[in-house]
């Protein structure tokens, strides 16, 4: 499942996100489930028709990645591969970043991110002015409804509706490295 928050030049997208890391950490093994969030550049297109034809938005380039996951065999709310990816590269994430607080209370650890969006970006390699301020203070403003909405979605996966692997069409098989939207 995908939520998009969009607000004039970047947004919020986020989903859950079954993983199975290819090269994953030492005693990382198993697939990884939970949440990605990722702070996004957005695209607002010219209208393709009349005046009362729909917009295209357009989903672009991550600036900044949360993964709030866990082994898929965890108990739920463990939180113990938790990490985020304070540096993208285009649209490839630098490595994953382990912080203590995030692990222990990941949605008051995005809320405070949310809270400070200069800090954020700076972090990300951003410089706020790139970010229009109105962009910035609807983040802080939209910070309690995207956090719940994370919290929501992690419930779900914990309850076992979301975040599970994708069959393989061909085989059958679950080989998915990856499912998600995100």
């Known amino acids: 499942m995908l939520y998009a928050f969009a607000f004039e030049r970047v947004g919020v997208v986020l989903s859950d996100l079954y993983f199975r890391n290819p090269n994953p950490l030492h005693g990382q093994e198993s697939p990884e489930r939970g949440v990605r969030l990722e702070l996004r550049v957005f695209e607002s297109g010219e209208l393709p028709g009349s005046i009362y034809s729909a917009r ?3 989903i672009g380039r991550p600036l900044w990645r949360v993964d709030l996951l866990q082994d898929a065999d965890a108990a739920p709310n463990t939180f113990d591969r938790t990490h985020h990816h304070p540096n993208i590269v285009g649209w490839e994430p630098g490595p994953r970043s382990f912080v203590e607080e995030l692990s222990d209370e990941p949605l008051a650890w995005l809320a405070e991110k ?53 069959a393989d069409v061909e085989s059958g098989s679950v080989t998915s490295i990856r499912a998600g939207w995100l």
């Open 114 to 166: 949310f809270t400070n969006i200069s800090s954020l970006l700076r972090e990300a390699g951003i410089s706020p002015d790139e970010i229009p301020a109105a962009d910035a203070d609807s983040l802080r403003a939209a910070a309690p409804e995207i956090v719940g909405t994370v919290r929501r979605v992690l419930e779900r996966v914990w309850a076992g509706e979301l975040g599970h692997p994708k």
């Open 56 to 58: 295209p938005i357009t």
